[in-house]
Structure formats: structure tokens, C-alpha cells
């Protein structure tokens, strides 16, 4: 499960909590299109309320990379596991991105 609900006072809490019912609903119309053509990198915690992560795969054609990283949905965004993060973010534009695109002109 996501952690952090006891840090919230109430008004926060209800406020986290109107945003997910609101989530909620626009979930419940979405229908998705066809798969499009793009690769994803997926970067999750390893501690995760989330669904399996073979579901990306549904909804594009290209590669789908997982990237898990220790800690849970909050953790991940503070140090220090979010070195790892940006590590990984780094490494993974650096190889998505043309190399021209790192060039620097003398």
C-alpha cells in the first residue's frame, strides 16, 4: 500500500482523498485506442500498490523497460533513493536521446 496517509491532517487528507475518488472516476469512462508506437521506461517502487507491469505492453507496441527502485511511491522522491531516480532517468535519456545532441560546438 501507498504510505503517508497518517502524516496528513484532515484537510489534506480530504483533499488526497477527493483527488483519488475524482481519478477514480474519469477511470471508470476512459477507454483507450489503439496501441501507439513508442517505447516506455517504467520507473517504479519496489514497494507497489500498483498493477502488474506486463499491462503496458496493452497499450503500446514498441519496448517497455522496468525500472524498479528500492523504496515505496513517496520514498523514491526523496533523498536518498532519489539519486537512484535521477541516475536512472539520466542513463536512460542519455541513451534515448541522439548523440548529436550532446555535442558541443568549439
Known amino acids: 500500500a501507498i504510505g503517508g496517509w497518517q502524516e496528513l491532517d484532515d484537510p489534506a487528507l480530504f ?6 475518488m475524482s481519478y477514480v472516476g474519469a477511470l471508470s469512462v476512459y477507454e483507450t485506442g489503439a496501441p501507439i508506437a513508442i517505447n516506455v521506461e ?8 500498483g498493477k502488474d507491469d506486463a499491462e503496458w505492453e496493452t497499450f503500446v507496441t514498441g519496448r517497455v523497460r ?19 531516480l535521477a541516475s536512472a532517468l539520466n542513463e536512460t535519456l542519455t541513451d534515448q536521446l541522439p548523440k548529436a545532441f550532446f555535442q558541443t560546438g568549439d
Do not use: E, Q, T
Not at 483533499?15 to 483519488?20: I, N
Not at 522496468?66 to 537512484?84: A, E, M
Open 66 to 84: 522496468h525500472h524498479v527502485l528500492n523504496g515505496d511511491h513517496r520514498s523514491i522522491l526523496r533523498p536518498p533513493i532519489v539519486d537512484d
Open 15 to 20: 483533499d488526497a482523498l477527493r483527488r483519488v
Open 42 to 49: 517504467n520507473f517504479r517502487a519496489s514497494v507497489s500498490a
